[in-house]
């Protein structure tokens, strides 16, 4: 599977002037942000998708066929990830899938700079 980021959002990650570690965790954030929008054909409001729908997209993904171990530990992450987005977007008061790469960098360096 080819990154659902673009080269333009990585570089985008990588200019925020944040420690190594919180740049990891943004991408690691905005990649399943990209890939719960995928699950989602676009859809720009509302709830994440079930989990039913994260695995069959998994399942779906050339890249993982025959991968059935795989599937399991990135879907553990994706929903580890959107227990994570799902607060976000609670302290936002919007729905999840209306997060975006911007709100989530903006959030990161706010809270950087609360600490």
Not at 8 to 28: F, K, M, N, V
Request: hydrophobic share 40%; with cysteine.
């Amino acid at each position: 599977m080819d990154s659902p980021l673009s080269m333009e959002e990585i570089q985008l990650i990588e200019s925020t002037g944040l420690p190594a570690i919180d740049r990891h965790h943004l991408r690691l954030l905005a990649h399943s942000l990209a890939c719960f929008k995928l699950m989602a054909e676009g859809l720009s409001y509302g709830p994440l998708p079930k989990d039913e729908e994260c695995l069959s997209w998994l399942s779906s993904q050339p890249a993982f066929t025959n991968e059935k171990d795989f599937i399991i530990v990135f879907f553990k992450q994706l929903k580890s990830a959107g227990k994570q987005l799902e607060v976000l977007a609670d302290e936002c008061r919007i729905s999840p899938l209306e997060l975006t790469l911007e709100l989530l960098i903006r959030t990161t360096l706010g809270k950087k700079e609360i600490n």
